[in-house]
């Protein structure tokens, strides 16, 4: 690969301190927080695309239905005004902040015909006035719907490949093509799960901390390139929370998606100045790829009953691909009395609710 083609590939890596953890209040407790890590966090640029903090609301009616249990909560990412919301605005506040900084002319990313993270980076491309290349594994679909639809009116460009495998050399080949054609292109790898575009769910942790009085016991979340559940850990380290986060997975075995949350783990706390190794282990990262059935995107008993249950008891939308076998996930866990009815368990909607109009 050619070093300016690879220098577009390339995540920048900035090391910086290693600060001394210190004790913070917080609420009643006294907890372990990083303070020169927080610091960075919050000297770390971003392209403001959240309206505010996301709404964290009560389900009441579904912890009836479900039979009682734990205190249930849910963080309305699905709220996010911005493209339709989602978890991939967190993450790509940060990257596309980069990429300003980059002279980028066109964002480049990969997905499938419906990817979410593809419709938030056509939008992002198009609220900073660049222009954005789709790498879509797929058939160009005879009638384009949500995603794909807004794909289109946001004005991407799309070049369809025959699957997955083909995503990297396509990228590749992009890249060279745009660079020859003397344009910037910069490159936004899959769902934007690198250790920048994790910042924006460390510092999510953040903004969740600032609207409850106790942290949650649990979190439990939909996972796939591993950037979301990457992200909360870190940002539970940086803060000392105790509270466990539960990514449950839309498509690859457990162990693949942990081992990838591992490595982006890691590489925020090399971001923040940490030694990476510390910081990593400093969270256990829990995985269940048990909700998966027979594949990605394909609903289950499990998920099209919390689906339904979501809707009809809190007004609440879940996609079959990610936040409605996230959802399956902890209906199960906690009819299966897997946390005590003094706890609190917030599921961290992710979106993806435009998928219900494909
Ligand atoms: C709606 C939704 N939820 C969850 C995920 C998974 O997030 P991550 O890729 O950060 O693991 C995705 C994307 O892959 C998504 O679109």
Known sequence: MRGKVAAALQPRARLAQFGQPFLQPFQEQTILTLSHELSELSATPFVSLMAGPT?????????????????????????????????????????????????????????????????????????????CLLITNGSPPARPTANALINGLLGAEIEYIPSRDERAGAVVAAVERLQQEGRRPYFIPLGASTPLGALGFARAVGELVAQLNEPPDV????????????????????????????????????????????????????????????????????????????????????????????????????????SAKALAALIAYVRAGRFGDDETVLFWHTGGQVGLFA
Do not use: C, W
């Open 219 to 322: 979190i439990v979340h939909a996972g796939s390139s591993g950037g979301t559940q990457a992200g909360l850990v870190a940002g539970t380290i940086l803060h000392g929370l105790p509270t466990r986060v539960i990514g449950i997975s839309g498509d690859d075995p457990a162990s693949a998606i942990a081992s990838k949350v591992g490595q982006v783990v890691m590489g925020v706390g090399q971001l923040l100045g940490s030694p990476g190794d510390a910081f990593a282990s400093a969270s256990p990262i829990e995985v269940d790829a048990g909700f998966v059935g027979d594949g990605y995107g394909i609903p289950t008993d499990q998920s099209r009953e919390a689906q339904q249950l979501a809707a009809r008891t809190e007004a609440l939308f879940v996609d079959h691909t990610y």
């Open 55 to 131: 709404p964290v609301d009560e389900m009441p009616r579904l912890r009836a239905a479900i039979g009682g249990g734990p205190r249930l909560l849910v963080k309305r990412d699905d709220a996010i005004p911005f493209a339709f919301g989602g978890n991939k605005v967190r993450k790509l506040e940060y990257v596309a902040a980069e990429a300003v900084a980059a002279g980028a002319d066109i964002l480049i990313t990969v997905g499938g015909v419906q990817s979410n993270h593809a419709r938030v980076t056509a939008a992002v491309a198009a609220r900073l006035g660049v222009r």
